[in-house]
């Protein structure tokens, strides 16, 4: 997904289309989570980008991306640009210092 949101919009509350940004973007991760995963892959990973302007728009990690919108929007941005690319996840393993014996 590679898209520029517009925050304000003529006839609609700012906090609704900040609901209804917050909730196509929800909803787009939760369709590419259910895709099938090919072999060898454990999990569907996502590189993102956000900014104010596709030129603008800098790396973010997943857990940060909700959090960005809202400051954007308080910050009293008028759109914004999301970029979601899902990408392979392979676990690795984990050490001697993780999860070991209890005993």
């Known amino acids: 997904m590679k898209k520029t949101f517009p925050l304000q919009i003529e006839g609609r509350h700012p906090d609704r289309v900040l609901d209804a940004l917050k909730h196509e ?3 787009y991760l939760k369709r590419e989570r ?16 956000f900014g104010l302007s596709q030129d603008s728009a800098e790396t973010v ?4 991306l909700i959090g960005k919108v809202d400051e954007a929007a308080q910050g009293g941005a008028t759109q914004v640009y999301v970029e979601i690319l899902a990408k392979h ?5 984990r050490g001697a210092s993780q999860g070991g014996d209890l005993a």
């Open 25 to 27: 973007l929800r909803k």
């Open 61 to 64: 990690h997943l857990s940060q």
């Open 89 to 93: 996840g392979v676990r690795g393993a």
């Open 34 to 49: 259910r895709r099938d995963l090919p072999a060898g892959v454990d999990y569907w990973d996502f590189d993102c980008r």
